[in-house]
Nanobody, 115 residues
Framework: VQLQAFGGGLVQAGGSMRLSCAASGSIGSITVMGWYRQAPGKQRELVARITIDGFTNYVDSVKGRFTISRDNAKNTMYLQMNILKPEDTAVYYC??????????WGQGTLVTVSS
């Protein structure tokens, strides 16, 4: 499975940005996709996850501001980020998972939120 993330960049606080993650390769049986992020000097953390059935969960700090979605026909996942804050600055990574023992990561994309 190969994942490629798009959409990072620089945005002012309060602004919006959408990340995309395109999956290719042996994507059958991918059950969960998600976004993680890693800020400088911090551990990588889960931002949002979505199952193949569309169930979602979010880290508390982004609830109400971020929305994860996926288009199964296009094998693409999205993260719509609104009301961005400087503390959202991080490298964002997409993840595809068959099960906890078969996880695939995309390259990171840097999101920088200026105050």
């Amino acid at each position: 499975v190969q994942l490629q993330a798009f959409g990072g960049g620089l945005v002012q606080a309060g602004g919006s940005m959408r990340l995309s993650c395109a999956a290719s390769g042996s994507i059958g049986s991918i059950t969960v996709m998600g976004w993680y992020r890693q800020a400088p000097g911090k551990q990588r953390e889960l931002v949002a996850r979505i199952t193949i059935d569309g169930f979602t969960n979010y880290v508390d700090s982004v609830k109400g501001r971020f929305t994860i979605s996926r288009d199964n026909a296009k094998n693409t996942m999205y993260l719509q980020m609104n009301i961005l804050k400087p503390e959202d600055t991080a490298v964002y990574y997409c993840l595809a998972e068959r099960d906890p023992y078969n996880r695939y990561w995309g390259q990171g994309t840097l999101v920088t939120v200026s105050s």
